[in-house]
């Protein structure tokens, strides 16, 4: 697997007939080791090492329903409310970040209600907040770190 705009993090990988698997933190088990599952499992560690989200308030890869249509999002991040406050879209480092992508997880939002989406494809990261009153994302620099006094 290529090397990814993130920090490193520790991952356990292991081989069983010919076929790779990573180890998620979150899921508790082996997953099968695609690009998309190499970003993904980047993307919680980072969540967790890094940016300090207890491993408890995140989801990975859970289903909703959209206009009678089952989707799953990649990660949901929910706050002390148990709401959810941010949504990831995670893309393999080979697929483009495009229009298309946000108006994925513009779609999952509509189920979800988080306030801050990202995507990324783990070389490129992009981070919005919605604004409510004004009814448009506001993009960010950055997810916020986790804290106790926040909506977290």
């Not at 990975?60 to 989707?71: F, S």
């Not at 992508?101 to 990324?120: E, G, H, S």
């Not at 490129?124 to 009153?133: M, N, Q, T």
Request: hydrophobic share 40%.
């Amino acid at each position: 697997m290529i090397a990814l705009n993130l920090p490193q993090a520790e991952l356990k990988i292991k081989s069983n007939e010919n076929k790779q698997f990573i180890f998620d933190i979150i899921r508790k088990k082996y997953v099968v080791l695609t690009p998309e599952e190499w970003v993904r499992q980047h993307i919680i560690h980072f969540l967790i090492n890094v940016k300090k989200y207890p491993a408890s308030i995140i989801a990975v890869e859970k289903q909703l329903t959209i206009n009678n249509l089952k989707k799953r999002f990649d990660l949901l991040v929910f706050n002390k409310k148990g709401l959810p406050e941010i949504i990831i879209e995670c893309k393999s480092p080979t697929t483009a970040i495009t229009q298309a992508t946000f108006d994925q997880i513009a779609r999952y939002n509509m189920a979800l209600n988080a306030n801050i989406l990202m995507v990324t494809n783990g070389l490129e990261h992009y981070f919005c907040k919605l604004d409510i009153e004004n009814k448009q994302y506001q993009f960010l620099k950055d997810i916020p770190q986790y804290s106790k006094t926040l909506n977290f």
